[in-house]
């Protein structure tokens, strides 16, 4: 498949055909940051580059998602999350073309700096699925007409939730989590038929801030020798099962009790996923059965590591991670772990996660600044990008040449293209 794609690629620069790219989900085309675009905006500011904004009504974690020429994004509505919403707005003018509102009358649970629809919705061009946490997955045509909703029950946990759900072949995929109740739950996409559910034992509630136990994860998937794996982390371990049975494949031990980091993979078949809250760190090859941690693990980094929130991405034998707390950026040795950028500092918080595109990083941080580095194991940084001071938690869309970023008050079109 990655074959076929390469040579897609090819014919078509080859032809002088400009490529764009779709942003279907979290994460991007292939789910783990990385755009293919060239000619990607470098520079932008109130004065420049700015196409269109528009102002939200509540601050949001979320994503935006783009298809064609439209953009989705959830929004919360209220302060107590009753009313949560899935929005759709026209690309060219960034007007909002309708909105489709979930009630919820709980008073649920969630941390001071999480939202209610803090996942970012999935489309494939002919619907659109958003979580909103113990309110439901809701499915839409591009239209906003219903086409099937789910009733998960409550997933509640002291800080809330965040997993976005993904679409595979003829799949809804979504990990519910944290609280008592942890599950893999997919559905067919076209019916909403569940498929198949896998509990994972062991939720905790987090009463008292003492229970720190937890996964915010979003599942990634790879294919691996002839099979896709589906990988997650779960409080102490990486786990891999079959997208389409729900199958448990392998583990491997060794992460800590919270992540909220989605797993990155390299084409050779290396996972990374990093912990949340100073937790471990790991690289294992995917690819084994049963407990691979012995046989399958190549690095790991114990306790004392930053806290990380945003996820990483690979570029080649390298992969590329931010935290908070402090606020650094790493590039690290995909096989040793060696930290080859010796903890660059960043000078604000950043929960978004990196985003690849024309071999650089981009990365938004909680000041509306974006910060562009060189995708290479020699440490270079670029330039960044401001706009009205403001949070940004959610990551970069880039499609067609255009990025389309999210702060608590605003959604912004950047482009330079011409006539804009």
């Given at each position: ?9 090819s ?6 055909i400009?490529?764009?790219?779709n942003w279907?989900g ?7 940051g990385?755009?293919?675009e060239k000619n990607v ?10 196409r ?14 783009v ?5 989705f ?11 949560r ?12 073309l309708?909105?489709r509102?979930?009630?919820?009358g ?10 209610y629809s803090a996942?970012?919705?999935?489309t ?5 699925v ?12 591009m ?13 509640y ?8 759900p993904?679409l595979?072949?003829n799949l ?5 989590s944290?609280?008592?109740?942890q ?6 996409k076209?019916?909403?038929?569940e498929?198949?559910?896998?509990d994972e034992?062991?939720?905790k509630?987090?009463?008292d ?9 979003t599942?990634?998937i790879?294919?691996?020798g002839g099979?896709d794996?589906?990988?997650i982390?779960?409080p102490?371990k990486v786990?891999?099962?079959?997208p ?5 494949l ?6 800590g009790k919270?992540?909220?980091?989605s ?8 996972a ?6 100073h ?6 090859r ?14 790991l980094?114990k306790?004392?590591?930053?806290q ?5 991405v ?5 992969v590329?991670?931010h935290?908070?707390q ?6 690290f040795?995909i096989e040793?772990?060696?930290?080859l950028w010796?903890?660059q500092?960043l000078?604000n ?7 690849l595109?024309d ?16 995708a290479?194991p020699?440490f270079k ?7 009205p001071?403001e949070i940004v938690?959610g990551?970069l869309?880039?499609s067609d040449g ?6 608590y ?12």
């Open positions: 498949m990655l074959r076929r794609a390469a040579v897609l690629l014919l078509l620069f080859l032809s002088g400009a490529w764009a790219e279907p979290w994460r991007g085309p292939r789910s783990n990385q755009s293919g905006p470098l520079k932008w500011s109130e004065k420049e580059n700015v269109w904004q528009l102002d939200l009504p509540a601050p949001e974690n979320s994503s935006p998602i298809w064609g020429q439209r953009i994004i959830t929004q919360t509505l209220d302060k107590k999350g009753h009313k919403a899935l929005w759709c707005i026209d690309r060219a003018s960034g007007k909002r309708w909105e509102v979930v009630e919820y709980d008073d649920e649970p969630k941390h001071g700096t999480n939202t996942a970012t919705p999935v494939d061009g002919q619907r659109v958003a979580s909103f946490g113990s309110a439901g997955l809701y499915c839409w045509d239209d906003g007409k219903e086409l099937w909703k789910k009733d998960l029950g409550k997933i946990h002291l800080w809330g939730t965040a997993s976005s993904i595979h072949q809804v995929i979504l990990w519910c944290p609280g008592e109740r599950f893999l739950v997919a559905f067919d076209v019916t909403g038929e498929k198949w559910r896998v034992p062991g939720g509630f987090g009463k801030n003492t229970e720190w136990l937890g996964t915010w994860c599942p990634a790879a294919r691996i099979r794996e589906l990988i982390g779960v102490e786990k891999a099962f079959n389409q049975s729900g199958e448990l392998w583990t491997c031990d060794g992460l919270l992540m909220y980091t797993a990155v993979v390299s084409d050779d078949g290396i990374v996923i990093f912990g949340g809250f937790g471990p760190a790991l690289a294992v995917c690819g084994g059965n049963g407990d691979v941690t012995k046989t399958h693990r190549l690095w980094h306790m004392r590591n930053p990380r929130i945003g996820s990483a690979i570029v080649g034998k390298h590329f991670m935290g908070s402090p606020e650094v950026i790493q590039c040795d040793t772990g060696k930290d010796e903890k500092e000078p918080v950043s929960w978004s996660s990196l985003v595109a071999g650089k990083l981009f990365l938004p941080d909680d000041a509306n600044e974006t910060h562009i580095f060189e290479s020699t940084q670029i330039g960044t990008n401001s706009l001071k938690r990551s869309a880039i255009e990025i389309f970023l999210r702060s008050r605003r959604l912004y079109c950047i482009s330079e293209k011409k006539g804009n």
